[in-house]
């Protein structure tokens, strides 16, 4: 998915208002994987994991998980608004736009793939705080990136109209 997004936003040129905008979904990235770490750490009845051996207790390698989520959360969030700004106000060269489009495509799949497998791992009758919030966290983002994916179609559509 990262590739593909890279990929994506290397085929188009800037989009205005993308430093804010990408910071801004950087940081709420961040803010929601880090949220999840928090209540994991939290939560008095987790269900234990190689990185969690005991309730409030990341290991070494719970630890560079628990950062590794929290920054791939921001850049995996400003990586989506880079290409949907630049999609959004790319004009002119289609082909640029198409290879920008498939790649988003495929980074799609992949999200959806990742989303599906966190559903399984964190199924109803497994469901902790811990759990939960990771649930929700990315339910909060999913719904965000759905609003940015209509923002986006909304400004194509004007732009082919014009």
């Known amino acids: 998915m990262t590739g593909a997004l890279v990929y994506g936003i290397s085929h188009l040129s800037r989009?205005?208002?993308?430093?804010?905008?990408?910071?801004?979904?950087?940081?709420?990235?961040v803010g929601l994987g880090a949220a999840t770490q928090v209540q994991w750490l939290r939560d008095d009845a987790p269900h234990l994991n190689w990185t969690l051996p005991r309730p409030h207790h990341f290991n070494a390698a719970g630890v560079y998980h628990g950062v590794f989520l929290t920054v791939m959360s921001g850049l995996t969030a400003a990586l989506w608004a880079?290409?949907?700004?630049?999609?959004?106000?790319?004009?002119?060269?289609?082909?640029?736009?198409?290879?920008?489009?498939?790649?988003?495509?495929?980074?799609?799949?992949g999200a959806a793939a990742f989303?599906?497998?966190?559903?399984?791992?964190?199924?109803?009758?497994?469901?902790?705080?811990a759990s939960t919030a990771t649930v929700t966290a990315t339910?909060?983002?999913?719904?965000l990136l759905l609003g940015l994916f209509a923002w986006t179609a909304v400004r194509i559509r004007r732009r082919e109209r014009d």
Do not use: C, Y
């Open 139 to 143: 339910g909060v983002g999913a719904t």
């Open 115 to 129: 989303v599906a497998l966190l559903a399984i791992d964190s199924l109803p009758a497994r469901s902790t705080r």
């Open 15 to 29: 989009a205005r208002w993308e430093r804010p905008a990408g910071g801004a979904a950087a940081f709420l990235g």
């Open 82 to 109: 880079l290409l949907l700004l630049r999609i959004a106000g790319s004009h002119g060269a289609r082909t640029d736009r198409h290879a920008a489009l498939l790649a988003g495509t495929i980074a799609l799949v």
